[in-house]
């Protein structure tokens, strides 16, 4: 199976050769072994060293929830960067709208690093769950994959982490990027999700993840239906803040 898949990678690379997006170096095993990000640009990603409290946007440390809204059902946001990078956006831009999905491994990499700096100390002896914001069917089918499932699922198992799909969109809504108003997002966001087994997260720490928060609609609205079915806390885990 390896021998297959250096055999089909060697043909791709060949007719369809990929270079960083950020500088155009090729694709090669010492500088750029990934291809869409080559290490020197990806070591000029800034990665934040602290959390954010999802209602405010208080950066909090060690984790520690926000005082001022500890009853929200999502008391951290994780977000490894910025969405006004410029290299960064484009990343996120080209993995989710023009469906490049290898770009998984890019944003995978960014989610890591982060992760293991600010959350993992706090997490080491919890053995969190991992699960994804989920898609409306139509929308998947449109898309052809989930982009938060892809990032979620190589999250979890570089981390050996474990990993569930926990809960499926019940309702097609206008996509929130298309939504302006802040409380219009969180009334368009409203009772869209639904558990799938409540008993994979029974008294679970989870970590949920999607690519970008905004406002931070709809990992509440989603954290908010786990900790209706029993999860313990839920923190939230994106690559970018917008």
């Not at 449109?142 to 892809?150: A, H, I, L, P, Y």
């Not at 979620?152 to 981390?159: H, N, Q, R, S, V």
């Not at 639904?194 to 990992?219: R, Y």
Request: charged content about 25%.
């Amino acid at each position: 199976m390896k021998s297959f898949k250096k055999s089909t990678d060697f043909i791709l690379d060949l007719f369809f050769p990929v270079s960083c997006l950020n500088c155009n170096l090729a694709k090669n095993k010492l500088t750029n072994p990934q291809g869409y990000l080559c290490l020197n640009c990806f070591k000029k990603i800034e990665i934040n060293s602290w959390a954010f409290c999802p209602k405010c946007n208080k950066k909090l440390i060690n984790l520690q929830p926000c005082q001022t809204h500890k009853n929200n059902p999502l008391k951290i946001l994780g977000a490894a960067t910025f969405y006004e990078n410029k290299l960064v956006k484009k990343i996120i831009w080209e993995y989710k709208y023009n469906f490049i999905e290898p770009l998984v491994d890019p944003l995978n990499e960014i989610l890591k690093k982060y992760y293991l700096a600010v959350f993992e100390p706090e997490l080491t002896n919890k053995q969190p769950l991992v699960t994804f914001i989920p898609l409306y069917p139509a929308r998947y089918r449109w898309r052809g994959f989930n982009q938060s499932e892809v990032l979620a699922k190589k999250f979890a198992l570089d981390l050996n982490l474990e990993f569930y799909e926990t809960l499926k969109r019940k309702k097609f809504k206008k996509p929130q990027m298309e939504i302006k108003s802040y409380q219009a997002r969180f009334e368009n966001i409203k009772n869209s999700f639904e558990i799938i087994k409540a008993n994979q997260i029974k008294n679970k720490d989870i970590i949920l993840i999607d690519d970008i928060s905004t406002t931070g609609a709809t990992l509440i609205e989603a954290a908010k239906v786990l900790k209706q079915n029993g999860a313990k806390k839920v923190y939230g885990l994106v690559v970018a803040k917008g």
